[in-house]
């Protein structure tokens, strides 16, 4: 049985951190949620034009200047509108401003892709629950090594997509780091596949895995723990 | 600039260009995209300015470019109202690109593109082994069956650069994962054109799996050998096809 990993004041500190920057990425996820859980409510069928309200939320937080938000909106579940099987209304930040993401919503077309089984859709949807995905590389829609932020969108308990942002591994960690760095412990944040998203020891870089079972604090309620590193 | 969705995992077709003549890399990627079956017989193409959006040039260039596509016959442009550039696709056009492409490339310059492939494709299948759960082995297994099910030049080389794309994901990285990106725009349009009947797509499937099947073990060095294997067996062909083109 391993150890429970001890908090000190310094690891406290980049709970608190973690919980910020992780906290504004739900925060805003819920709000665009939430607008669009009131849109199905209040009408019998939805179309894409019916979405309006989500660059409304989303842009604001993607131009704020002290924001770390790179991307974020709504991705509607396979046939939840009714004037496209697939659709995303999501917005990216990119030469200052709110830029809407094209989405091919062809099967046949080149850009076309069926996003259901990601686990940044799919984990929403199976489990209810929030979820973080990442670090990894978002070929879809940052072009970077990212993180996103989804939770599921339900209607009368039927699923109708997932809301979300996305923060690029980049912000996270110079959020993290500095306090991180201050807790004079070899410390490394890794999420429930034990991935590294970020860590102070250069023999444990992001994106790797840790195999070996150390002391660790799982940072409540979010697939990611605070990790003890021995070497 | 619009962003797209899965607008660099698509790879080649509608890549942004960077270097030589903007207008003749325009028209190439056009006519790739029409050899390979992606934009089919018939189709309009987008307008002028949706097409200079897409790739990110001036409306001049893209109508340089489609005069070009137009001298070859590649298009048909009608004037006026429900105008506009139509594909004119036909057989022989997969051939003579072929031979136009490898006949700019000399024999080191081929080793050499290939010398780099494997470099980028060897080292992201070692770490993509280290470095994959097992959620991941599940999806390059999916893209896996999605490329063994893949039907017409086109949705091959689409599932086959959709797989390579998955392997430098899974080795978490960006810019393995750029590199894969340029070089499946480089070449594998030419590999694809050049070898695309059922035998070479199903050594392809066959060797995606040895990919896979030495990630699942985390077998870094095997997954490093199946990849390297598979760019030298291209290499090879490509050389051998190029030497061909002595013979006339």
Redesign the interface.
Known sequence: MINPLVLDAGLEAVLEVVESVVGDAFALADRIGAEVQSVFTGQPTVRRADLGAVVELARPALEDPAARIQGAGFVAAIDALADSRWW?E?F?F??GAA??????TDPRG????DYG?L?WFDVPQRTGRRYITG???D???T???TLTFTVPVTVRDRFVGVAGADVRVFTFEKAILPCLRATQRKVAIVND?R?IVLSNSARHV????LRAELPSYRIEDLPLSVVELTS | MPLRFYGSGAAAVFAPLETLSRSELVARRLTDAIALGLIPDAEQLPGESDLAGIFGVSTTTIREALSSLRLRGLIDTRRGRGGGSFVRAHEEISTAIVRDRLEELSLAQLRDLGDHYSAIAGTAARLAAERATSDDVERLTAVCDSLESAEGLGGRRRADAQFHIEVAATAQSTRLYRAEVSLQAEVGTLLWLAFGDDESHRRTVRSCRDVVAAIDRTDGEAARAAAEERVADSTARLIDLRLTLEDR
């Open positions: 995303l999501w990216m990119s030469n830029e809407r993401l094209l989405v091919d080149e850009n076309f892709y089984s686990p670090p990894y590389v070929y879809l829609c072009d970077d090594y596949q991935r992001s994106g790797t895995l």
